[in-house]
């Protein structure tokens, strides 16, 4: 019998920060991204100037900005980092962990750079390196593409057989009229549209490449961010320069013009695009984080280079802002969209969701922004994460006390605990028991859960279907606490069956279903996941 299940609703409660810590800059930092391994250790990269300095150890550049990437300990102690480098800029971008508590660390470097023992010279302008550590920092392996003109790898994603999922932009010549140019992975070679295109690659575990794409128009056009979901789809967002973008055969076009424009693009298995969108102002726009749910929404971050209106899909404007977050269903439709109305001198960078598919953001503001109707100023450049539930409702907002943080990047580890990157500045911001030096340098923080119960990941709860494709009856096995909550859904993102199990290891009658390609959520008291499921009869 199949049952209706109601979805659940607990009372908020906002959490306090449990600690952060820092590497003390002399010059220039930044930190542009950060993840957590199944141990809840932290990581983050970035690049730094001059020196970098952690408890016990300090990093030297080599020239101009270096690449740096640490590691610390669920309690916020340093363990350790490194750094690499050449005499001009190199910047670390994306950080990612496998199963197995492997670090991978994407980057590029300019002429000739340093990573350990081995040296790297570009083939033109800017390379990108991708590296592979152990959990004690010990090089595994290194990887360089590139072209003759500018390349940058920009963030990747780990899937859970360890493929790599790597995007970036190639062949930035920024000439007028834009060169076209090729970048090489191995013996795969991608030609851009215009003068700098979109990449999208996947790798097998040793970084040999399996499939790649690439997007864009005839002007300059970048990748923002990457993340995957349970099915095997792959999300990407970023910006286009005006006055389109074509995606393979799914061309899309600015909303005003004539500056970029954010899209958002879902990629199956294969690397071919399924669907793409976007949302543009007459000022520069783009998405800086993309997260899914475990329903198979997906939700995109990001903001305007001004105060000003910004049109997404089915003429929704919102009002003048700089920093939004919108979510789309899993077929691309526009669900809705939310303004964060930075006043000035902001941005909105990153989101990431929880079990219970919440929804949380960071960015910075200077002088002040709107949060749920409330005005909140700062001393003098704050981080700030918003947290949304799933209809886009905003349940609270949190800041460390204090003057001088922005923040850039954010995750949450298996406890649902939040962590977050970014810099501070000179004036010691307060992170509750965490009080930060007053100087410049690059910062990770620990916000506790405010989840309603503790969750498994779908590897914790060791839940199966089978047989995939079924034909009449679909059997499932699952090592977690009952009841389970059961939901088929259609291609369209519909709830067909609902049905509440207490076995561990039912049987489902699926004989009235007809034939296709459906989505099965299980959900429990602490967990959620989403399986493909073919049904043939």
């Keep these: 019998m199949f049952l209706f299940v109601a979805a659940s609703s607990f009372a908020q409660t906002i959490p306090q920060w449990q600690w952060a810590a820092s590497g003390l800059a002399s010059h220039e930092r930044y930190t542009m991204d950060i993840t957590t391994d199944r141990w809840d250790n932290v990581y983050i990269t970035g690049s730094f100037d001059d020196t970098l300095t952690f408890p016990g150890d300090t990093l030297i550049s080599r020239g101009d900005k270096d690449i740096y990437w640490a590691k610390f300990s669920p309690s916020g102690q340093f363990l350790w980092a490194a750094s690499a480098g050449g005499i001009y800029d190199d910047e670390g971008t994306g950080i990612a962990t496998d199963n197995y508590g492997n670090v991978y660390v994407a980057s590029y470097f300019n002429d000739t750079a340093f990573y350990g023992i081995d040296t790297v010279k570009t083939k033109g302008q800017s390379d990108i390196v991708l590296a592979k550590y152990d959990n004690s920092g010990n090089r595994l392996w290194l990887k360089t593409w590139g072209s003759i003109y500018p390349d940058q790898g920009v963030k990747i994603a780990i899937d859970k057989h360890g493929k790599i999922f790597l995007t970036g932009t190639f062949a930035a010549d920024g000439g007028s009229p834009p060169s076209h140019g090729t970048i090489t992975f191995d013996n795969f070679n991608i030609t851009s549209t215009g003068g700098g295109d979109i990449f999208l690659v996947k790798l097998d575990t040793n970084a040999t490449i399996i499939w790649g794409t690439h997007a864009g128009g005839v002007f300059g056009d970048d990748a923002g961010n990457i993340t995957l979901d349970s099915m095997g789809y792959i999300y990407v967002t970023g910006s286009f320069d005006a006055p389109w973008a074509d995606f393979v055969n799914k061309r899309i076009n600015a909303k005003f013009g004539p500056f970029n424009d954010m899209f958002v693009a879902q990629y199956d298995s294969t690397g071919y695009p399924v669907w793409v969108k ?213 291609l369209l993102g519909r709830t067909l069956t609902s049905e509440k199990i207490t076995s561990d290891q039912p049987v489902i009658d699926i004989s009235a279903v007809p034939p296709g390609l459906y989505y099965l959520q299980i959900s429990g008291c602490n967990y959620n996941v989403c399986k493909k499921l073919i049904i043939q009869h």
């Design 278 to 490: 976007g949302a543009g102002s007459l000022y520069p726009t783009g998405g800086s984080g993309v997260a899914v749910d475990g329903q198979g929404n997906v939700f995109v971050a990001g903001g305007c280079a001004a105060r000003l209106p910004i049109k997404f899909e089915n003429n929704l404007i919102l009002d003048s802002t700089r920093g939004f977050v919108a979510k789309y269903d899993f077929t691309g439709n526009l669900v809705w969209a939310q303004r964060v109305d930075v006043w000035s001198n902001g941005w909105l960078s990153d989101v990431v969701t929880d079990p219970e598919d919440n929804i949380y953001t960071i960015g910075f503001f200077s002088i002040g922004f709107t949060f749920n109707g409330d005005t909140i100023a700062p001393n003098y450049d704050d981080l700030f994460v918003n947290k949304y539930d799933n209809n886009g409702t905003p349940l609270w907002t949190k800041e460390p006390m204090g003057p001088g943080s922005r923040g850039a990047v954010i995750t949450l580890n298996n406890a649902g605990d939040v962590l977050v990157g970014g810099i501070s500045i000179p004036g010691g911001p307060i992170f509750g028991p965490s009080t930060l030096p007053d100087s410049s340098a690059v910062l990770v923080a620990k916000l506790g859960s405010s989840l309603t119960a503790s969750h498994l990941s779908a590897s914790q709860a060791d839940i199966n279907i089978y047989p995939n494709p079924a034909d009449n009856k679909l059997y499932i096995s699952f090592n977690a606490e009952a009841p389970v909550h059961l939901k088929l859904h259609d």
